[in-house]
């Protein structure tokens, strides 16, 4: 599987961005997708994930402002992110769970994707 994240950049604070993740391979199914992100220095934390039927998770950090979606039709997922705060500086990385065939269930992570929030 190989995952394609794109959409990050620079913004003011207060401002909005959206990332885009795009996974291509031989793939069943995705039964999560979801994003990481990761300042240097630091673990990698669970930003936002949504399962195959759409439930979804965010982190307590950016409940309210971010948003996740997903397009099962070309296994995309996506961050919608508002209100950028500059706490939401760093390295976002795509993550998914696929079910390949015919090799089984894995999971994977795409390349990351800076976000820089300017106070």
């Known amino acids: 599987v190989q995952l394609q994240a794109s959409g990050g950049g620079l913004v003011q604070a207060g401002g909005s961005l959206r990332l885009s993740c795009v996974a291509t391979?031989?793939?069943?199914?995705?039964?999560?997708m979801g994003w990481y992100r990761q300042v240097p220095g630091t673990q990698r934390e669970l930003v936002a994930a949504?399962?195959?039927?759409?439930?979804?998770h965010l982190a307590d950090p950016v409940k309210g402002r971010f948003t996740i979606s997903r397009d099962n039709a070309t296994n995309t997922v996506y961050l919608q992110m508002t209100s950028l705060k500059s706490e939401d500086t760093a390295v976002y990385y795509c993550y998914v769970i696929a079910w390949l065939i015919p090799s089984g269930i894995s999971d994977y992570w795409g390349q990351g994707t800076l976000v820089t929030v300017s106070s």
């Open positions: 391979g031989r793939i069943f199914t995705l039964k999560l």
């Open positions: 949504i399962s195959t039927d759409g439930n979804t």
